[in-house]
């Protein structure tokens, strides 16, 4: 049985969330989908605007994910380890950066994959937070 993990924050959940969990149940098995917990969203600077036990139910709604497990930290390959994935999908936009060649040794050491998928044109939970602040009149220089 193949195994695919992939983890996201998933707020204000879209087409690209979508097609990112489509694409990945096509290429395994079973579907491990990690969530970000509000803890780690802050950590990285940045606000949900969905709180995280919505995010996980809405994520574990989708017909394409067998498991939604909360996500803690950034430790990809430790959650990959205990959840016996043999494959981790994530955003292209993490090719070949110096911090993500380094992981694929670590994770080709383990026997696990990393399989990229481009993100969706024109669309993220970024652009659309962005979006409705400028509606609601908040200032941009606020908007994380």
């Given at each position: 049985?193949?195994?695919?993990?992939?983890?996201?924050?998933?707020?204000?959940?879209?087409?690209g969330?979508?097609?990112?969990?489509?694409?990945?149940k096509?290429?395994?098995?079973?579907?491990?989908v990690?969530?970000?917990v509000?803890?780690?969203?802050?950590?990285?600077?940045?606000?949900?605007?969905i709180?995280?036990?919505?995010?996980?139910?809405?994520?574990?709604?989708?017909?394409?994910?067998?498991?939604?497990?909360?996500?803690?930290?950034?430790?990809?390959?430790?959650?990959c380890?205990?959840?016996?994935?043999?494959?981790?999908?994530?955003?292209?936009?993490w090719y070949a950066?110096?911090?993500?060649q380094?992981?694929?040794?670590?994770f080709?050491?383990?026997?696990?994959?990393?399989?990229?998928?481009?993100?969706?044109?024109?669309?993220?939970?970024?652009?659309?937070?962005?979006?409705?602040?400028?509606?609601?009149?908040?200032?941009?220089?606020?908007?994380?």
């Amino acid at each position: 049985m193949i195994i695919g993990y992939t983890t996201g924050v998933y707020d204000l959940f879209h087409i690209g969330h979508l097609n990112l969990l489509k694409n990945a149940k096509g290429m395994c098995d079973k579907l491990i989908v990690g969530v970000t917990v509000d803890e780690l969203v802050a950590y990285k600077g940045k606000k949900a605007m969905i709180p995280f036990e919505d995010r996980i139910e809405i994520v574990r709604s989708i017909k394409y994910v067998d498991a939604a497990v909360p996500q803690y930290d950034m430790d990809k390959l430790a959650a990959c380890k205990k959840l016996k994935a043999n494959i981790l999908f994530v955003g292209d936009d993490w090719y070949a950066t110096e911090k993500w060649q380094e992981y694929e040794s670590q994770f080709k050491e383990a026997g696990i994959e990393i399989v990229y998928f481009p993100y969706t044109k024109g669309v993220s939970s970024t652009q659309i937070t962005k979006a409705l602040n400028v509606v609601r009149g908040h200032n941009l220089e606020d908007v994380k």
